[in-house]
DNA sequence: GCAGAAGACGAGATCGAATCTCATAAACAT
DNA sequence: ATGTTTATGAGATTCGATCTCGTCTTCTGC
């Protein structure tokens, strides 16, 4: 968990793309966007609520929900499934704070970590694939340091 | 949905694994590995049932998920979470038959691929990760060639 | 074989994340 | 400020996954 609080104004730009496509500005979109732009790595929707229920405004379920579904429409937030069941949801960024996921099958640590060879060999891959590529995602699983005794 | 039925033995290494590790021959079991080694990709659960009710033995969800943790925990079976929400489940194979995953996130589909310049640059990456590696997943979403009109 | 012990299996209860409903509060346009 | 539209929240609901526990099956020792 890697406290890297970036304030890149991405909050900012997301609350534009926001009222580009429509919506209005509310108290829950708004403390949503503020404490994603601060996280380093992803958060499960249980994780959002505690954090902005403790400090900020709190939010429901319904409201964390929705608004990361809208959020995850418009391209500026990823959702990201590593295990356990349990969905997670990050801010997308461009080249810095880009990054993939490191995951301990064991104790549930997660890791981001970044890899120039691996973005190089996805992107030459994007070309040949039948698909159009909006977002990838490379989990790599195993066990930590410390699970790893 | 590649219907590639490539029998390499699998059921039978993956039924010897669970017997090295102390589990008896049971109907399920049996069932479940014959399933899983006629499969080109994942399945769910509900995938499974499903089809090991329509032909073969019937088995019951409890079976499915208690076998499917074990056959996970030996080893020969992987885990895998393409979105939805869904646990997904297939056999791990060596050389050939190993794979990544595209994922359309309009309409779900599934398509699995290879490419030897993404396996080069993840056993790179191996090396320098602050991790044991057991298994690496690729998923990489996008829009598929009939959602992307 | 056969009896007993240990493990496998299944039906149904239970759990919990995610979704849905709908009444109320807040935002925006005029 | 007023009316209209959208945002939000509490609680019900859904549904995949897990747990429980009694029964059936496999295996072991005779
Ligand atoms: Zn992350
Ligand atoms: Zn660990
Ligand atoms: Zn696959
Ligand atoms: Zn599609």
Do not use: N
């Not at 929900?65 to 990201?80: F, K, P, W």
């Not at 993939?100 to 890899?115: A, I, K, S, W, Y």
Request: proline share 3%.
């Amino acid at each position: 968990m890697t406290p890297t609080t970036q304030r890149s104004g991405w909050a900012e730009q997301a609350a534009r793309a926001l009222t580009e496509a429509g919506y209005r500005r509310g108290g829950a979109r708004r403390a949503i966007l503020e404490l994603l732009d601060e996280q380093a790595c992803a958060l499960s929707a249980q994780e959002i609520q505690r954090a902005l229920g403790g400090r900020r405004r709190a939010v429901s379920r319904a409201s964390i929900y929705r608004v990361m579904e809208e959020l995850e429409a418009i391209g500026v937030v990823q959702r990201v499934e590593l295990g356990q069941g349990i969905v997670r949801y990050e801010a997308v960024r461009r080249g810095p704070g880009h990054h993939h996921h490191l995951v301990c099958d064991r104790c549930g640590r997660l890791e981001p970590f970044t890899d120039a060879g691996l973005e190089r060999a996805i992107s030459r891959l994007s070309d040949r694939v039948p698909l159009k590529v909006s977002v990838h995602e490379i989990v790599i699983h195993g066990a930590c340091r410390v699970c790893a005794r």
